[in-house]
């Protein structure tokens, strides 16, 4: 069973170790990166991605500070259990959780166009909105 656990001392370090694919390496900050980005930007809730007691993925969504809007910053999943259905299942997931917020109706995330992932979003309903930020394409769902 797929669920979003907190990032703590006893999964951090398997948290972490989680890698993408080299080809997609441009397209999302490292683990790391993104725990430490989050004890500074403490509106950012990292999350990490079980299949019962394995890890096989990450993901950190926030309130942005700038908007006062939903944003998923990462989606990511393990390069070894990629292709198993699982970036589906954590979407799906964490969609679910944002939404039990009703004081809003929106959430956008940045994704490279030339990603893969770019596909999986637009299944749960984003779409582009013209927005581009660095080398990111901005989409938006509205609920």
Known sequence: MITLKEITRDNFWDCVSLEVAPEQSDF?????????????????IPLAVYDD???????MY????????????????????QSKGYGKKAMKLLLEKIKEDKSHNKIFLGVHKESFAANLYKSFGFEFNGQVFGSEHIMRLDY
């Open 28 to 44: 999302v900050a490292s683990n790391a990166v993104s725990i430490a980005q989050s004890k500074v930007q403490p509106e950012c």
């Open 53 to 59: 007691d394995l890890i096989v993925g990450f993901v």
């Open 62 to 81: 926030c309130i942005d500070a700038d908007d006062s809007e939903y944003w998923i910053y990462r989606v990511m999943i393990d390069k070894t259990h």
